[in-house]
């Protein structure tokens, strides 16, 4: 591996591990907070799913690294203008349609992303992608009925969901977004190129929205920044608390 | 020909299992209904002290496994909800009777969880407590509710052994950790023997229980089968004992200890615990603010239903 692919495959590990961990994070909040007992179990294991690929992404950029940090130091010990998720995955997690709207947005994009990483020339990544694929299969059949219900349910459930696809639809660009660095690794056959995934996914969300009885937002409005850091103020709030243990105690071992 | 209750209570003696079509005293299934609602609110109540740690887990690893045991809380609800719900009573109304106040969960989620060492010594001591119990309902008399003890127990034996583990990786560690995780036991040791309940003679439901083989083992009992196992564990963390008058027996085989402080015991369960409003609230507010999705439920699958229906109508015409 030549310094140059080595350096872009740790920052996409890095990348990848910090929308799951985000997203992970987010989906764990609801837990005990679910609108009945089922649904805390079923947030419980789509988190627990996202939490296990931020493991395997961030051991996989320490190994990359191999300047003496492991996963939690890539986890915690990073501040938010170092953090490289998309912006989608750190939204609040707003009410029970916001966060289901989010995950179909997310599931549908993982859902194109990872066949694609799963032919990484990178053994690693693509066996990270086979395991993923199998959860997302998954977590895509549940959001999806979640969405079909609460879009074609009540005119409340009605009305927060479109108003959840309205407010997320802007975060939903950069997911296509290509740089120097993934482009370097599309090319050598290692990284997707996600800009080629955009037409699959537009597709596929605007059919489940269509059958929910919801409206596809018209595109006025763009939010960019997660891959260079420059994130909404929700993420230092989140990083605030989750790494507060952590960071409270220097060089301890949990 | 022996009459029903004779035929009850000779299957009791005979340690068959009563089952939910079987003919059963009204109070041996009041009884059930009390105790299994109560086993599962704890459950389900038990989800926020440890949830609130959730977001703040000091590695990835741990928050792996906090959230999996959070989860498996929920599941234990579950069961305990569906046994219950054998006897004749919904889950509905079981968790009306939690936000009402009139069904009880246990005492030890009105304490709060306040560091980190807090969720070890959960782990450890409160579902290290629930199994002693758990353990011996495995023999109850109802079947519903001892074959879901069976399930449960082996679930908490797993939940115990980490948060032990995650209690020596404290008692082992720095100073702060160490002093962390002293603290927590100090907090947690005591009402961790409260959750065995008042003394026998002081035990409202015991006696008809014991009976019935509902219980199997007297609260006094219990409790000191945990007491024993704890002060080893103790040593082990190399951390002081929260209980100065702990003192080994040899008539008695068993450690001798300080009497519990009562006085508390019966405040917090009247409501006086640091907890009790908040863990009712947070329910009641969950509950409440989940009725918009259940009622998008019911409308999506009767929206579904009658377009169902109208197609069967249509190809039968």
Known sequence: MSEAIKAATLEYATRLGDDSVVLGHRISEWISYGPFLEEDIAYGNVSLDYIGRARMFYTYAAELANDGRDEDDFAYMRNDREYRNLLLMEMPKGDFAYSQVRQLFADVYYTYLLPELLQSKDETLSAIAAKAIKETKYHLRRSRDWVLRLGDGTEESHQRAQKAVDALWGYTHELFDMDETEQLLADAGIGVDVSKLHDAWLAKVSEILTEATLTIPEDEWAVRGGRIGYHTENLGHMLTEMQIVHRSFPGCKW | ?317
């Open chain 2, 1 to 317: 020909m022996i009459s029903e209750e004779q035929n009850f209570m000779r299957k009791i003696e005979a340690e068959e299992k009563i089952e939910p079509k079987d003919w059963m005293p009204d109070q041996y299934r009041k009884n059930l209904i009390r105790q299994i609602s109560q086993h599962a609110h704890s459950e389900v109540i038990g989800m926020q002290p440890e949830g609130n740690y959730i977001t703040r887990a000091p590695s990835l690893r741990r928050k792996a496994v906090l959230i999996s045991k959070v989860q498996d809380e929920a599941g234990h609800g579950l069961y305990l909800y569906s046994a219950a719900e054998t006897l004749g009573i919904s889950r509905a109304e079981m968790i009306e009777q939690l936000q009402s106040g009139k069904a009880k969960y246990s005492s030890i989620f009105n304490y709060p969880v306040l560091t980190w060492a807090d969720i070890a010594a959960i782990g450890w001591l409160v579902d290290g407590a629930a199994i002693v119990n758990q353990v011996s309902l495995q023999r109850t008399s109802y079947g519903p509710y001892s074959r879901g003890m069976i399930r449960i127990c082996k679930e908490e034996s797993f939940h115990q052994r980490q948060g032990y583990e995650a209690m020596l990786s404290l008692a082992k560690g720095s100073a702060g950790q160490k002093a962390m995780a002293q603290d927590a036991l100090n907090r947690f040791y005591w009402p961790a023997l409260m959750m065995f309940g008042p003394h026998d003679s002081e035990s409202a439901h015991s006696q008809k229980s014991m009976e019935w083989k509902i219980k199997r083992e007297t609260n006094d009992d219990l409790r000191q089968k945990f007491i024993d196992q704890t002060v080893e564990q103790i040593e082990v963390l190399g951390l002081d004992h929260p209980d100065k008058g702990i003192k080994w027996n040899e008539e008695r085989g068993h450690y001798d200890s300080s009497d519990l402080n009562w006085d508390e015991f019966w405040s917090v369960i009247n409501g006086n615990g640091h907890c009790n409003r908040q863990r009712v609230e947070h329910h009641v507010a969950a509950h409440d603010e989940g009725e918009w999705v259940r009622d998008a439920i019911t409308a999506y699958n009767s929206k579904k239903n009658n377009k169902k229906n109208a197609n069967q109508t249509k190809q039968v015409a």
